[in-house]
């Protein structure tokens, strides 16, 4: 996996990008809570999508111009791509459990927008942390690549094998913990974080809402990191990629809130690519034991295979298959969700969308 480095500006320039488009919608468009239309989530989850692919193409320019290479520049544009991908994906599963949380706080809809912002706005800053943590291990305990893979691995394959395990939380450790320790109201004070009571500040039950959702965004970013340091270790290109997926959840939230149970299948697809991602970051450990089983000297064609492969000879085919494999299974498994919809129509989503209108 090529790393490269990248000019001081280019990192203004996407934190500039993000941060201007951040106050757009937050400052001018949703200055005040609403609940936003469905043509408004529309416009707005094709102007987040839009923004990622100029901001992929902008990746292509930079690289192939400053670098003057530009099959390099097109490999690095096909990683953001699939790790936008990826992630994107994964954030489905993110929309229900924010649904549930919601319901099970009774959040109104217009507060659910602020929630979501400022969950984003953490996130920003949780993910870059954790990234940068991981790519720097990465490269000083080259062996990490490979616990990455065997978690994704395990993931994956659990994934297909288990039920659906719904968050609860009124089953959550993670609630009673943080009202241990953080003074949390059991109202609604407006769109407000704190308030005052009894001449102290305390969390209202928003700040709640904000904690477990920050908290839940954590724990899915466990996954999803590491699948995208399955396609690069590039850390310009996991984050960047990262943050644009996690730019367009707020809004994709309210456009598919009703269509999330639709895509049934999905779940199959995210698995399939978590432990295809495992298995791909696990390939060159497989390969080096292999080449010691056949010795440095054998001259077979399968050991001049495993040589180009350690010696990343097949790195341009690598990084299209993975697109491919990723962009297919997750592509195939909503067309199969919409012609073969789930045998219990379950209108869970729909009922809980009810309880706090």
């Given amino acids: 996996m090529t790393t490269i480095e990248y000019p001081f500006w280019v990192w203004i320039f996407f934190f500039a990008v993000v941060l201007i488009a951040l106050f757009i919608d937050i400052g001018i468009v949703n200055r005040t809570s609403h609940v936003p239309s469905r043509k408004e989530t529309t416009a707005w989850s094709i102007v987040w999508v839009s923004l990622a692919l100029l ?36 954030s489905v ?49 080259h062996w990490l690549i490979y616990v990455f893979g065997a978690f994704l691995l395990y993931t994956g394959l659990k994934m297909f094998s288990d039920d659906d395990e719904a968050f609860n939380p009124e089953e959550s450790r993670m609630i009673s913990v943080i009202t241990r320790y953080v003074p949390i109201t059991k109202q609604y004070d407006g769109s407000n974080f704190l308030t005052i009571i009894d001449g102290k500040t305390t969390g209202t039950l928003l700040l709640l809402v904000l904690i477990v959702v920050e908290l839940s965004d954590l724990m899915f970013a466990v996954d999803s990191i590491p699948a995208i340091f399955g396609i690069t270790t590039d850390r310009f290109i996991v984050y960047t990629s990262n943050i644009f997926a996690i730019l367009g959840l707020r809004t994709f939230f309210f456009l598919l809130a009703d269509l999330a149970d639709r895509f049934h299948l999905l779940k199959f697809g995210l698995a399939f690519v978590l432990s295809f991602i495992g298995v791909k970051m696990l390939l060159p450990l497989l390969a080096e034991g292999l080449m010691r089983i056949l010795g440095e ?36 498994s909503i067309i199969l969700s919409l012609i073969f919809p789930p045998k219990k129509e379950k209108n869970t989503i729909k009922e809980m969308e009810e309880d706090f209108t």
């Fill in 93 to 141: 599963d993110n929309l229900f459990v924010f649904l549930l949380i919601f319901s099970y706080f009774k959040v109104p809809k217009e507060f659910q927008h602020r929630v979501l912002f400022w969950g984003i706005m953490g996130a920003l800053v949780m993910r870059m942390i954790m990234i940068f943590a991981g790519a720097e291990l990465v490269e000083r305990f």
């Fill in 297 to 332: 000297a054998n001259n077979s064609s399968f050991a001049l295979f495993l040589q180009k492969y350690l010696h990343h000879d097949y790195k341009q085919t690598e990084i299209y298959i993975s697109l491919a494999v990723v962009s297919g299974a997750i592509l195939l």
């Fill in 55 to 90: 901001f992929n193409v902008f990746i292509y320019w930079q690289v192939g111009t400053h670098h003057e290479n530009w099959t390099l520049a097109t490999n690095k544009a096909i990683e953001f791509f699939t790790g936008y991908l990826i992630e994107l994906s994964l």
